[in-house]
């Protein structure tokens, strides 16, 4: 059960104990299949019509595709269910796509981790996080994302549940040691204490792909990939600093 993987949820209550008033909380919590739904559902999780300049920086021989999106609770070695995502064709040839979690107000993300758990099959190649200061792909948008491989010679092994995290370090101070395990690191001058959405982008070669698309019938072959589960928690020592109320004014 991946819920028993997640360390220190519950020192989160502290959080919001000690912050009463606070205009905007970066928390997320996507656990289950009822939370990726309820997302869905309210617009809090949308497909990016189009690449982002940092996509482009990562991606910058794929052809961007907006994404499918759909949860289920039958992929491989995860029986809460999560978030299905595929896009492209079976050409071969490389996709990029990307959805994002869309805030309603903008959080200040400093000093908050990232944790993201999902299962990349045989035919991804990459896999990255991002921070970002629109709900939405515009060119010239400030972002801040984090680039993790995929396969024999990545940090992601294919068809297999991973967690990666990245650390939401102050404007101007991110590098790529933020998120363990990344190739590469974008930032063009985003402010993370003004977020607005969080970015979830692959790529993958159609012709590549050894599985189907979860759910579909008859089977198609394209770029997919499964996300279990999304927080946005804060880091440990971040929590003490709130327990103490050292940082109340800057959440």
Do not use: C
């Not at 020592?237 to 050292?246: D, E, Q």
């Amino acid at each position: 059960m991946k819920k028993l993987l997640v360390l220190g949820i519950g020192l989160l209550a502290v959080v919001m104990l000690v912050t009463p008033g606070a205009a905007a909380s970066p928390y997320v919590s996507l656990l289950d299949i009822q939370d990726f739904q309820s997302s869905l559902d309210s617009g809090n999780i949308q497909p990016a019509p189009e690449a982002s300049d940092d996509v482009t920086f990562h991606y910058p021989d794929s052809v961007f595709s907006p994404p499918d999106l759909y949860v289920m609770d039958t992929v491989p070695e995860d029986n809460d269910g999560g978030l299905v995502m595929s896009w492209g064709d079976n050409s071969d040839e490389e996709f990029a796509a990307q959805w994002r979690y869309v805030y309603e107000e903008d959080p200040n993300l400093v000093g908050w981790t990232i944790k993201a758990q999902v299962l990349a099959p045989v035919g991804i190649n990459s896999i990255s996080l991002g921070i970002y200061d629109l709900p939405t792909p515009v060119p010239g948008g400030m972002a801040r994302s984090w680039t993790w491989t995929v396969g024999p010679a990545g940090v992601i092994p294919h068809g297999v549940i991973t967690w990666v995290t990245a650390y939401i370090a102050p404007a101007g101070l991110g590098t790529v040691a933020d998120a363990p395990g990344a190739s590469s690191f974008f930032d063009n001058g985003v402010d993370p204490t003004n977020i607005l959405s969080l970015g979830f982008d692959e790529n993958g070669n159609g012709a590549g792909m050894a599985q189907a698309v979860p759910g579909s019938s008859p089977p198609i072959f394209q770029p997919w990939n499964y996300w279990g589960a999304i927080l946005v928690v804060p880091e440990p020592a971040t929590i003490s600093l709130l327990a103490l109320g050292g940082l109340v004014t800057g959440i």
